[in-house]
């Protein structure tokens, strides 16, 4: 749950489901584009999304974005307003807390830069790796936070944990100056009102589609 949302024309917040469903329109788009396609419709896009045409046009009518009659929305153009928009041009400085096999391939992937995720630092507690830098990115204590945070500009803490430390770790980056928190452990976090908080808990979605997968109807065995 995001805690916090985006202002839309006109200063009101974007409903959530809007914003989860913003970043859909804007891949579909890229696909658009690298397809060499000038306009697309709302009819087209909610067929490859399988979202209903009015809920398209009503999401983007809270950017002020209106198609053409009879030609749909120029993909060029919706497609740069939506990156703009959802904050994916502008880079925002992060600190990794937890190392780990997690923390680790957040760092290694190079396409969160493309998201305006910028990865400067990383904190862990294990001696062995203070010091060490994991795919260009340095580690470092626990007690350079403060410092880091204050340094480096961070405003994004990443929280990829031991579940029963996910709490200390959010309390000590709000602490020292991180306004958001994206929390990758299975716990709901505390924080003041005024900290956004985005939680991906990887294990809810992992029972999900277990329950999902059990319930699905068993296929019949020809006699």
Request: net charge neutral; proline share 4%.
């Amino acid at each position: 749950m995001i805690q916090k949302g985006i202002a839309a024309k006109g200063g009101d917040l974007l409903p959530e489901p809007t914003l989860r469903r913003l970043p859909w329109y804007l891949a579909y788009l890229s696909t658009l584009k690298t397809q060499e396609e000038t306009y697309i419709s709302t009819t087209r896009l909610a067929e490859a999304l399988a979202v209903d045409p009015s809920q398209i046009a009503k999401d983007l009518s809270f950017l002020g974005i209106r198609g053409k009659t009879r030609l749909g929305y120029e993909v060029n153009t919706l497609a740069r307003t939506l990156h703009e928009f959802l904050g994916f041009g502008k880079c925002h400085n992060a600190i990794m807390t937890g190392a780990g096999s997690l923390g680790a391939a957040l760092m290694a992937d190079s396409g969160l830069q493309h998201y305006g995720l910028n990865i400067v630092a990383g904190i862990d507690t294990d001696p062995a790796l203070a010091g060490t830098s994991i795919s260009g990115v340095p580690v470092y204590a626990p007690s350079e936070l403060d410092s880091l945070v204050k340094r480096l500009d961070i405003k994004i803490g990443i929280i990829a944990v031991p579940v029963e430390a996910a709490q200390d770790v959010a309390d000590s980056l709000v602490a020292a100056g991180v306004k958001a928190l994206w929390n990758f452990t299975p716990t709901r976090i505390r924080v003041s009102g005024q900290t956004v908080v985005a939680n991906t808990s990887i294990y809810s979605h992992l029972a999900v589609m277990y329950n999902r997968l059990a319930n699905l109807p068993h296929e019949s065995i020809a006699d």
